[in-house]
């Protein structure tokens, strides 16, 4: 990887870096990826996280689904980990609470292959800095 | 320096910029009481953790009260000292201290001269509102030192000596809340430590928290013994301190009484180390001049600069933290031993006693030198060359326990042969005094002229670390002196890096040298005490006829009689002796208990 | 703002949405461009004017304005001065520090190199608790990324400007939370506080200018920068700008990390944003601040929250841990616990601290076990009083609160536990009774089966009986029993 060697640098690398991620999960086109993040904090993995995570990585790819899998840091819901987020192309996210492998099971086969929505979501409830 | 308008009590006082809240009250005659502070300003020894808390004043404007010690004054300050607001808390402060203290105090060691007690009656305390557990800690007994820590108040004096002032790093923090106490790492007992035993920490203990082991019990049962004969020698810095403990000024001589007083105790033989200091100079200067000599001839082998070797805390310092130094140290023992190793052999041949059946029995201003009389190489067959060793302290209490007024005492003169001594001999009792005394009777030898001036005001003095250069007919003689173990590693780390450039080097455990011993009277922070003694002991010299060790007629009769000549065969078996490596002790110990 | 969003994430905004070992993910969502332009484009004073202009105070929980600090470290001359991030999180139940290293580590390394552009100092340093395993890994992982892009370590965006930052490791005092005390561990020495003057900023780690602040504190950094001061200012009340974290625990639904606008009302807070008290309980009380905080009541609800507020109302901002209690929970066993917590953490330095606190807790034990007088209480006021004003450090200062504020806000709580040996919540062990409540027992034994000291007797289809000399009053008859048949009282 090259050094940041200037403000000009970073900024093009930054352009670079929205504009993969944009196309990865904006488009609807076919190289769209479904994007899975899973609240991998203390807190969520003290919750079972880390086999949520291990679930949807395996189970995303045998039932040939499309998708990138990361982890992210904690998301505030504390009552409800493990935590998951899920976006389909060119959708808003969703975040699933109290996601077990059962749980996990039903979103990949219900929402992410079918669209249809499955029971547990957590709504958005803050802003963040862009909107405000 | 900028100055700036307090307003304390009412009453207005300038002071410089930096001052404190407690020194600008100082000034104005109002004394915030203090615990945990302590200043010994002559020689760079502040103390001020604002820990105990007794200080508190109140600030106009300020949130909550602020410790006078700790807090400096700005301008247009006003602090009022004795509200109703600041006297409640320092009363519910000290009962909070009390509440965690044994009431022990009728039978303490310490009752009379115990801080804490004094702050109770200062502060009226009749009631302890507030009880309840008490912590407690296992008491650790050493050779010299007793600690008790159920009497500790966490004012960290002891600490600040052990760890800034003397650098030896035996004392700190352990433990949190309301366990905290002050330990050696892990809670072992001092003499599983690299305690030197200097006494520093029970010097300045508010408390009865560290004492010395006393050892006026056993000296009791020995002069009441009919078949011992009980020989008793005085270092010279106790004549200068004794009488403090008597209600006298600091800085009082009481040479004589202190004669008189050990008499009426009925010892059999009253002498004085005095003595055994000026057989010292006689074995350490002649060691100097043996390696000035070799050095000047071109000996590139020859160890320089030589160390005083006198005290017994420092001898432990460089043991424990400088082993692979320990040839550069005379190995003239010290004049505490010089003493014992003489009275049971030459002494005792004179009086046709067996060493058995005599008791030696030290009046020293030191604590460690209880533990300088217990180590193995001083003895002969088990029997030790100096059986006792009392503290200035306790020998006041001897004296107050034989019903014996001591301020009405007449001067009494001390026993002959070993009661015989110079001026040299005296001011080994400050710092200073010893290498004061080697270069009077090194000069002469190395010279073969006799001084002009016996006075040698270069070496005298209060600062940490000085330095001195006498002309010795045209060889410039580099003279060291560090008193405090904290000083004394500077030199000593400077030597270790062959940086420097002294031919000899005086170095006490104890800041202002043996006047300022752990063993001597408490000082309670206050350094004009140990100045007032340090005049004391350089009067008493200039008082004394003779004033060069190598002049005392019963130490050449010591020599002619018995010893033969300095660093001879028979010098060397009684008078010198050998040191060891004990940091590898320390390790080494500290790997067993692991496997264990 | 729609009125049913009370949130806004500003120090949490990566938190949950990026992946925290990914630099470029955190780069993606702006990172390091506040360090570049503040390089490129500012003087060191420029840039801590714009901290200053921001409003942001010390999220730790003195609330000390950010900007003015690095102000004062800034203009103090030294060869050499530190940056350290205080991430030595202790209140108990707290955990916004730990979720940010662990959610966007960049954030904090970010702000820190800002932070020694503007005072003058190439070297920071992380010190944090070693319970902290993951977010140690996590910010290890951002240094190292860092370091490779060149944001960290010689000539940062190509201006001559160095910056490094090393991880120390705290043991887990809670009064190495205290910045004096941090720094004397740091450099080896006992954590354990001194006294103020000097401060950091004069004479900090090593001797050296040092400034302290807190993960969450530089989390807000970046941001500033990238939004502007003016925006920050706008979010949050005049005096308190901007968010804060805080987690939210206890008997709420909705247990968890907020981070709402400084001003946000504590009902807002508890009713809307938690979803109100579990299990349909009645709301008693709310403890802010962590153990050295205070316990707000019903009539504080509609407080807005900022750092003068609380301190007004007898409580504190701290770090930012809250706790939600209700009717169950006996007002003097929750001081009592928090006291518990201080004796425990007290480094034991000064007396009242060390003595007072202890003894403050005997107190409180003593009345919870039924034993104590009026006396006591007026006795628990005073100590409680001189503890506050004596104290050497935060922690002595502000550790009888908890006390404090019950005493003020539930009185009734005190007297009832001293005048009629009761504790209305039914908590105090020593001062209930469970007792058998004879016409619906139907001597099913299933009490009798269930208790621990077999104390329960009578034979089947009986009436049975209690012995209350051998009680211990663990409450599992009462929980066994299908018929009602116990009462607590």
Known sequence: ?132 | MEKIKVKIDNRLVEVEKGTTILEAARKLDVNIPTLCYMNLGDMDIEHRPGGCRICVVEVEGRRNLAPSCATDCHDGMEVKTHSIRVLNARRTVMELMLSDHPFECLTCAKSGKCDLQSMAIKLGIRDIHYQGEKSTYKPDFSPAILRDMDKCIMCRRCEKMCNEVQTVGVLSGIYRGFEAVVAPAFERDLDHSECTYCGQCVAVCPTAALTEVDHTNQVLRALADPAKTVVVQTAPAVRAALGEEFGMEPGTLVTGKMVAALRQLEFDYVFDTDFAADLTIMEEGAEILGRLGKFLAGDKDVKLPVLTSCCPGWVSFFEYHFPDQRDIPSTARSPQQMFGAVAKTWFAEKIKKDRKDMVVVSIMPCVAKKYECTREEFATGGNPDVDYSLSTRELANLIKRANIDFNKLPDEDFDGPMGESTGAGVIFGTTGGVIEAATRSAYEIYTKKPLDKVDFKQLRGMEGIREATVDFNGFPLKIGIAHGLGNARKLLENIRAGKSEFHAIEIMACPGGCIGGGGQPLHHGNSEILKARQKAIYREDSGKPIRKSHENPSIIKLYEEYLGEPLGEKAHQLLHTRYFDRGREIVIEADVKEEQ | MSENIKQIRVALRNCGFINPESIDEYIAADGYEALGRVLTEKTPEEATKEIIDSGLRGRGGGGFPTGVKWDIARKVESDQKYVVCNADEGDPGAFMDRSILEGDPHSVIEAMAINGYCIGADKGLVYIRAEYPLAIERLKTALDQAREYGLLGEDIFGTGFNFDIEIRYGAGAFVCGEETALINSMEGHRGEPTFKPPFPAQSGYLGKPTNVNNVETFANIPVIFNKGAEWFASIGTEKSTGTKVFALAGKINNVGLIEVPMGTTLREVIFEIGGGIKDGKKFKSVQTGGPSGGCLTEKHLDTPIDFDNLLESGSMMGSGGMIVMDEDDCMVSVARFYLDFTVEESCGKCTPCRVGNKRLYELLDIISKGNGSNNDLDKLRNLGEVIIDTSLCGLGQTSPNPVLSTMDNFWDEYLAHVEDQRCPAGQCKDLIRYEVIEENCVGCTACARNCPVNCISGERKEIHHIDQSLCIKCGACFEKCRFNAISVS
């Not at chain 1, 990887?1 to 196309?23: F, G, H, N, P, R």
């Not at chain 1, 203390?42 to 679930?55: L, Q, Y």
């Not at chain 1, 099971?105 to 499955?118: R, S, T």
Request: hydrophobic share 35%; charged share 30%; proline share 5%.
């Open chain 1, 1 to 132: 990887m090259a050094k940041v060697k200037s403000l000009a640098d970073l900024k093009k690398m930054k352009e670079k870096l929205q504009s993969d991620i944009s196309l990865r999960e904006n488009s609807k086109h076919p190289e769209g990826m479904v994007r899975v993040k899973v609240a991998m904090a203390t807190c969520g993995i003290a919750s079972g996280a880390k086999d949520v995570m291990e679930f949807f990585t395996v189970n995303l790819q045998k039932r040939n689904v499309d998708a990138i899998v990361t982890q992210t840091g904690c998301m505030g819901y504390c009552y409800a980990e493990p935590t998951v987020e899920v976006k389909l192309p060119g959708q808003e996210p969703v975040v699933y609470g109290f996601v077990d492998i059962k749980k996990a099971d039903e979103i990949i086969e219900k929402y992410i292959k079918q669209g249809e929505p499955v029971d547990g979501i957590i709504p958005v409830n803050y802003e963040t800095i862009d909107k405000k």
